[in-house]
């Protein structure tokens, strides 16, 4: 029988999460709010058939990159924190 102290699955627990969790949730963060900026600025552009400000746009678009690559960093933490864990458990 299980033990009740231990989560049941990988993602059981989001408080006793591992080490990269952190780096993931922010990267999906920032890329979200990249997308809303973006959207948010070109939107009015199209509906307006007038040209709205580029530059918040490019800054917005930056956003998107900068977010997933701090995601990909969190899951490589993650995923080289597993394989230290597994060869450990090896011997």
């Known amino acids: 029988m299980a033990d009740p102290a231990q989560p049941a699955g990988r993602h059981a627990s989001p408080e006793g999460g591992r080490p990269g969790d952190g780096l993931v949730r922010v990267g999906a963060v920032v890329f979200v709010l990249g997308v809303v ?3 948010a600025g070109v939107v009015p552009s199209v509906l307006s058939n ?3 400000p580029v530059a918040p746009v490019v800054l ?3 956003l998107l990159p900068v977010g997933l690559a701090i995601a990909l960093v969190g899951l490589l933490r993650a995923a080289r924190t ?3 864990e597994a060869r450990r458990a090896r011997g």
């Open 50 to 52: 007038e040209p709205g």
């Open 60 to 62: 917005a678009a930056a």
């Open 37 to 39: 900026a973006v959207v």
């Open 82 to 84: 597993g394989r230290r």
